[in-house]
């Protein structure tokens, strides 16, 4: 079976007239349809990159220099022009940001956010359809007074009322690809349990793909089916979530998962640019790169 | 400062910027011995020459008795520099003043201090010193006093705005809890946080102070004949248009050349400088 | 409680309604301190302002009498006094230009440079914000490059300057506009606004509107360019940082159309904070309105101030200042609402959910 995304060898350097700054050296990752996949390491990793890569973000800015291949479907997102690259956002793919409440637009009604996202699917929605959509996809976050949301602003509303509203907006489309960049980071840690076991909930209900983007492998635990360990724009390690938990193999790894509950100091260890742990393939646990 | 030079000379607007004022205030300084006819610079006539235009004896024309424009405008910007310089060595240390004090004090210092800054600033700013060019004698001194008078607010405003901001800062907190006293913590502390919004709006207002000084000017406010000025000498030529164009445009252009240099300049700066808009 | 305190208790509950009580509040103390500095100002003038009402040969009795009438014999906080129990009864004294009440003189001339100042404001928001958009929309790249030039070009220049060169390039060498003036000599329109283009409107004569209109479009233009470049560039700056937000962010990762991200996504948070100084520009525009009213010879308040100006005619210059501060004070608090009717922070300060 074709996975649904493959990424081959991914390079990427950000270049001005003076330097040339190197940030992917060549990452190689799969999610299979429907399948949940983590990308965990440090901020400045090159994990977030990756994810507007996917997305065909990045591929328009003028000082991103991108090599490899992502390859979405059959198609590769790299060799796509423009416009087929817009196509696929908010349609087959859709993401979910960090900080819900400045995610949203703070000058316009919830409501009139969420049609737009509606009608990136079907431009020609009316307003009762959007509307009865709409209801249902709140109802389906489980959000008590879904007529009451609509018509409020973001900033009116608590950061997980905003999750939840964002979590709708992403899979009212019913994406196969869900780009779920550090979500809920930005909130308290009990809301932030509660919104993602009901996006897993969700996801698994619709066969959405998702690759979560995050710093902190203890969630990714409960969440993912397989994990890839991200380190100064390589990957690591990689397997499945159970293997990679039982017997992490890289010396980042093991770093990464014993920093977690810490508080004070950085605690990941520093590994020298040019030496052999850096520089060897990744440690698989099995499975497809 | 060298630093600050090579920088600005990376960007052509900024280089475009320094190239124009350093010849605009070159031109100011020698004008005694580069312009072509100094004695123009006063009352004197000439009507075997007057009012013709650009010839290679006077190459923006002569006016309507004989003297040559271009020197005249040479002469013109040493006013109108001076003038300029004599209002920002007056307006921003006392707006900075007022500003730093009822932004850090707080208080009814506070409150007293921005209502009359409101006052001020709620006359529009021409009409303002147009009021008061209105009741004084028409000088150089006295437009210089008007113009201080309107500008003055603008550097409280800045300045309390941003010494409000800075107040909240963690450094300022700092400073308070190892006891410093207010003196201290307002000019060692936060003025120096202040400087390059100063810096760079007083560069952006050396053109503005000669628009306004040169408006006060073409309304019959400012400095008068036979000193030459660029406002007014726009003002007389206006009534000769369209025959007489040179009467009117060299003056105009010679003010727009000055001013878009500082201008460029002062942009230039925001940027170096990482001051907001 | 009673039912009528509980309607005033909603009203004041309103938050817009809130936001202009207070705006009138501060309005009010601060047009008390601006007829304060115009006394002042006023009062700084050498020389008996009772003389110079009267000229050089008047008879010392009559000088006396009218300072005695003019209460400039009394202490100056109570000639502070009668200016203001005078100014509340609309009373601004005598006019010895037109010889006529400051008054009289102000209804007749504040019209034409609202309906100057007004045209120049619509030039200024239609140009400069579509201006603004275009360059953050191309940040970087030689539309922003452009209107950068434009708008630093335009602010260069002092408005009497860009009045005279249009003057010549399109009234003289190319005569597409007339030269000065409201109107042509031979319209007779009844004045009802005072506002020559809604005054031809309601006439029903279109032919005279069209004079009229094509008189008030080169001044307007001369008297909006330093502000049309300044609201472009504010515009831009505020875009580019709105640029920079999350929710960009995610509405580039939704697909929307760049054209409409700008226009839409980007536009109305960043318009929020240029309104301000959009207000800021009206008010440099009611000042340069004299120098370029001075150039068409176009019949407004600001030729009269100047008129008035160089005769020293004290009631006539305080009563103009009085009123272009008051026409100020009211834009900007139409502006404040605005803005405040825009920023549904402001207009819902409760929580949904809370």
Partial sequence: ?289 | MIRTLRIVGQNPLSLLGLILVALVVLAAALAPWISPFPSHNGAVVDFVYANQGPTARNWMGTDLVGRDILSRILYAYQISLFLSLVVLAIAPPVGTLVGLLAGYMGGWVETILMRIVDVFLSIPPLVLAIAMMGVLEPTLTNAMLAVTVMWWPWYARLVYSLARSEREEGYVLAAEVIGASTAHITFREILPNCLPAIITKMTLDMGFVIIIASSLSFLGLGVQPPTPDLGSMVAEGARYLPDSWWLTVFPGLAILVAVFGFNLLGDGLRDLLGVDE | MRPGSFLGQHILNSPLIRLLLQRLGISFIVLIGVSMLIFVIARVIPGDPARIALGPNAAPEQVASLRAAMHLDDPIVVQYGFFVLDVTRGDLGKSLYTNRPVTVDIVQFLPATLELVFAAGIIMVGLGLPLGILAARYHGRWPDNAVRIFALLTVSAPSFVWAVILMLLFAFYLPLFPIAGRISDIYEIDRVTGFMTIDTLIAGNLVAFQDAFSHLVLPAVALSLSGIGQAARLTRANMVETYEKPFIEMAQAYGFFPSRIARIYVFKPSLIPSLTIIGLDFAAMLGNAFLVEAVFAWPGLSRYGVAVILRKDLNAIMGTVLVIAITFLIVNILVDLLIAFLNPRIRYSTRVDA
């Avoid at chain 1, 390079?11 to 983590?38: W, Y």
């Avoid at chain 1, 489309?173 to 869900?178: A, H, I, T, V, Y």
């Avoid at chain 1, 089916?225 to 979530?241: C, H, K, Q």
Wanted: a negative charge; one cysteine or more; hydrophobic letters at 40%.
């Fill in chain 1, 1 to 289: 079976m074709t996975p649904l995304l493959a990424i081959n060898s991914l390079t990427l350097a950000f270049k001005n007239l003076f330097q040339h700054t190197p940030v992917l050296h060549g990452i190689s990752l799969s999610i299979a349809k429907g399948e949940k996949v983590a990308l965990v390491g440090e901020s400045g990793s090159g994990k977030s990159v990756t994810a507007r890569i996917i997305l065909g973000l990045l591929q328009e800015t003028a000082t991103a220099e991108i090599g490899g291949e992502v390859w979405f479907e059959g198609r590769d997102i790299n060799a796509m022009r423009k416009a087929e690259r817009a196509a696929l956002r908010g349609t087959d793919m859709s993401m979910i940001f960090q900080d819900p409440t400045s995610s949203l637009n703070p000058t316009y009604t919830i409501r009139s956010q969420f049609v737009e996202v509606l009608r990136r699917r079907t431009a020609d929605l009316s307003r009762g359809d959007c509307d009865e959509r709409m209801i249902s996809l709140l109802e389906e976050v489980r959000i008590p007074d879904p007529l009451r949301v609509l018509e409020a602003y973001p900033f009116q509303l608590s950061g997980g009322m905003n999750q939840r509203v964002m979590i709708a907006m992403a899979l009212a489309n019913r994406p196969k690809l869900l780009l779920a960049d550090e979500p809920g980071t930005a909130l308290d840690v009990s809301v932030q349990a509660q919104t993602l076991s009901l996006m897993h909930h969700l996801v698994d209900n619709h066969q959405t793909a998702v690759l979560f983007i995050s710093h902190n492998l203890g969630v990714m635990r409960e969440f993912a089916d397989r994990v890839y360990v991200i380190y100064r724009g390589r990957i690591v390690e990689y397997g499945s979530t159970g293997s990679l938990f039982a017997g992490p193999l890289h010396p980042y790894t093991q770093a990464l998962m014993a920093a977690v509950p810490r508080i004070t100091g950085s605690g990941l260890p520093d590994l020298p640019e040019i030496s052999d742990t850096f520089l060897a393939p990744p440690v698989s646990h099995g499975g497809t790169l």
